[in-house]
């Protein structure tokens, strides 16, 4: 029904020509990396592992948009998706769910969702984040398509997440006159 793709925030080119073939945008997304490294803060909070079917679950129901990369769809199809459910002394709440990938000699998590349910989301961000990391100190974390307005941007800053880049998401509806071929 649609065809969406992703262009790099800063390819002037390739933005133009799709908009010029009756794409539009809607979304902006950051890729972010940390490097794997020992927290520095003690984790608080009681955590709750998921299951892959729980993971699953949670994400299929999270209320904001997502891109392809991060959707319950593609998800489903990955074999090494985790998640964590944390409850915090103050009263917030709130899930990560991610892929974790354990290869022979290289750790990762990727694919990072992050939802809060209740609560402060810089402070439950931080402390899910926290935990995520102090269990897997070994791990190189990218964090794809995260919104540029997400409510937990400061807590991925606190945790030594940087940009690599960011990406513009396009959608066109499909079957409309493209004219790549003329």
């Not at 709750?48 to 392809?68: G, N």
């Not at 030594?160 to 990406?167: H, I, M, P, V």
Request: charged share 25%; proline share 7%.
């Amino acid at each position: 029904e649609e065809i969406i793709l992703e262009v790099i925030q800063d390819n002037a080119p390739a933005y133009n020509l799709f908009l010029s073939k009756g794409f539009e945008e809607i979304g902006a997304w950051l890729v972010m990396r940390r490097a794997p490294r020992p927290v520095s803060a003690a984790p608080q909070g009681e955590i709750e592992a998921l299951t892959r079917e729980q993971a699953l679950e949670a994400l299929r129901d999270y209320p904001r948009p997502v891109t392809w990369i991060n959707a319950y769809e593609s998800m489903t199809n990955a074999p090494d998706v985790e998640g964590m459910r944390i409850q915090l002394p103050s009263g917030g709440r709130g899930w990560i769910v991610y892929r974790s990938h354990k290869y022979t000699l290289r750790y990762s998590l990727s694919h990072l969702v992050l939802h809060t349910e209740d609560g402060d989301p810089v402070e439950v961000g931080r402390q899910i984040l926290l935990n995520l990391h102090t269990r897997n100190p070994r791990h190189d974390t990218y964090a794809e398509n995260i919104p540029t307005d997400d409510p937990h941007l400061v807590a991925f800053g606190e945790l030594g997440y940087f940009e690599n880049f960011s990406r513009i998401e396009m959608r066109r509806k499909a079957g409309a006159p493209v004219g790549f071929y003329r």
